[in-house]
């Protein structure tokens, strides 16, 4: 049976519904239109989509193992809803318009309630045709604070974003659905920003020790990154603590949606150049994030810092005894898709394309009406996703975190995010033990609206 988007949500009965709830004390976050400087000064400000008027939206903090409570009021034109990225969360709170919840019409309200499992550096942002309200503005960072912080002098949020803008006008250019961006590689800026402003600053003194949040927020763009005149070391990734730091040698890789937690140490001496750079398109570093150092804050750096502390239910077990799900990505220009099932039916490349899709996962375009996979509530889920597509695609789980599996059978850091490069398969491992709906998604947010999403179900 052909299921349509109508008739999917309808059957969402058990699905909350977005209608306003009085008497309650709740704090809120209101999606409206706001005018922002994201370009240099001197070029005209852009009209964007914001949480509470600012880009980003206002960091919200939280200490792990607390609730948090927000109500979203949606004062757009356009239905929209959240989705909280990287928590391992109550199915009902995830944010997916059309799988977990409606859509928040123009004027209406949701409330969001959910525990905080894990700390670490997470975010938020539109899930309702993301492509454009992400792209528009609608993020923010979402940091989830261990009960002993560790040992820093300063905790500071990178939110690296890129936006296409018209230099002319300061608006942004709307190619959101343009063809040509998500059948290639997706929507890639002309300006990029940290905290939504081109040229960021930050000032610090020498040997003074940071925790670096650091979150790609772009549409699209993978970015190189590396620090200059500070020793740093990894301790984090998609806000899952590494069993052990790892220092900074040569280029840190962010792919779209992931985030990483440095600790660094500024070993630049007062006047000299330190800061986040990042690779530009001709093999140049630029600077990212400028970092002003000036004075000292002891005699000698620190040295390696501690792992922080762990998360709760970090082990996959059982791996060896789970079947294996294979699941090929396809699709894109130079490649195209033979067929693939769209709506309900078997379509070819050509009638695809004039439905706008692109891309395919397991031969499936877009969300179908039955999963992807279907696991038994603690069961371990193994899938393989091979890229046979000439684009690398940043993959998302939603609702657990997964490990990557290596050919040795060793397991890789846990994370929600993880770059799948063209030509390339990677099997990710992980406890079904949340359940509910997931998306499993590629985070260039251009493929995810053309094609590239599928979605799980734990019983
Ligand atoms: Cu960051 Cu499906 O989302
Ligand atoms: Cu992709």
Same mark, same amino acid.
């Not at 318009?97 to 859509?103: D, K, M, P, V």
């Not at 989830?144 to 608006?171: F, Q, S, Y």
């Not at 942004?172 to 590689?185: E, I, L, Q």
């Not at 195209?336 to 395919?360: C, H, I, K, P």
């Given at each position: ?10 059957? !969402? ?19 409206? $239109?706001?005018?922002?400087? %994201? ?32 109500? @979203? ?15 391992? $969360? ?23 309630? *959910? ?16 492509? #454009? ?8 960072? !979402?940091?989830?604070? #261990? ?24 608006? *942004? ?38 925790? @670096? ?9 993978? *970015? ?38 440095? $600790? ?21 570093? %630029? ?47 130079? =490649? ?8 309900? =039916? ?5 009638? @695809? ?67 799948? @490069? ?38």
């Amino acid at each position: 049976m052909t299921m349509t988007r109508r008739a999917f949500c309808a059957g !969402l009965a058990a699905a909350p519904l977005a209608r306003p709830v009085f008497g309650q004390d709740m704090p809120l976050l209101t999606a409206q $239109i706001a005018t922002v400087q %994201l370009a240099p000064e001197g070029y005209p400000a852009t009209p964007v989509w914001s949480y509470d008027g600012t880009i980003p939206g206002p960091v919200i903090r939280a200490g792990q193992g607390s609730r948090l409570e927000r109500r @979203l009021i949606n004062s757009l034109d356009v239905p929209t809803s959240i989705h909280w990225h990287g928590i391992r $969360i109550d199915n009902a709170m995830d944010g997916v318009a059309g799988l977990t919840q409606e859509a928040v019409q123009p004027g209406e309200t949701f409330d969001y309630a *959910f525990d905080l499992p894990d700390a670490g550096t997470y975010w938020y942002h539109a899930h309702t045709n993301s492509m #454009e309200q992400v792209g528009r503005g609608l993020s923010g960072a !979402l940091i989830i604070e #261990e009960a002993n912080l560790p040992d820093v002098d300063r905790d500071e949020i990178l939110m690296i974003d890129d936006w296409l803008l018209d230099p002319d006008t300061g608006a *942004f250019v709307d190619s959101f659905s343009d063809p040509m961006t998500r059948s290639h590689g997706g929507q890639i800026g002309n300006l990029v920003g940290v905290n939504g402003r081109y040229g960021f600053k930050l000032s610090a003194k020498q040997n003074e020790r940071l925790r @670096l949040r650091l979150i790609n927020a772009a549409n699209a763009q993978i *970015f190189g990154l590396r620090l200059e005149g500070m020793r740093g070391w990894t301790v984090a990734l998609d806000g899952m603590p590494l069993g052990a730091p790892e220092p900074v040698t040569d280029m840190l890789v962010l792919a779209p949606a992931q985030r990483m937690d440095l $600790i660094v140490d500024v070993t630049a001496e007062e006047g000299e150049a330190a800061g986040l750079l990042f690779a530009a398109a001709d093999d140049t570093w %630029l600077t990212l994030a400028d970092v002003l150092v000036e004075g000292r804050a002891a005699s000698v750096p620190r040295g390696a810092p501690e792992a922080l502390p762990p998360n709760p239910r970090m082990e996959v077990l059982g791996v060896e005894d789970a079947a294996v799900l294979d699941m090929p990505m396809q699709g894109g220009a130079m =490649r195209g898709l033979e067929s693939a099932t769209f709506d309900g =039916r078997r379509m070819g490349w050509q009638e @695809l394309v004039q439905n706008g899709q692109f891309w395919a996962l397991a031969g499936q375009v877009g969300l179908g009406d039955a999963p992807f996979a279907t696991f038994a509530r603690g069961e371990t889920g193994r899938i393989r996703m091979t890229n046979d597509t000439i684009f690398p695609h940043a993959m998302h789980l939603h609702g657990m975190h997964f490990r990557v599996r290596n050919q040795d059978g060793t397991h890789g850091p846990m994370r929600d995010t993880v770059l799948v @490069l063209p030509n390339e398969t990677t099997e990710i491992v992980f406890v079904a033990d949340n359940p509910g709906k997931w998306l499993l998604h590629c985070h260039m947010l251009g493929h995810a609206a053309s094609g590239m999403t599928n979605w799980i179900e734990v019983t």
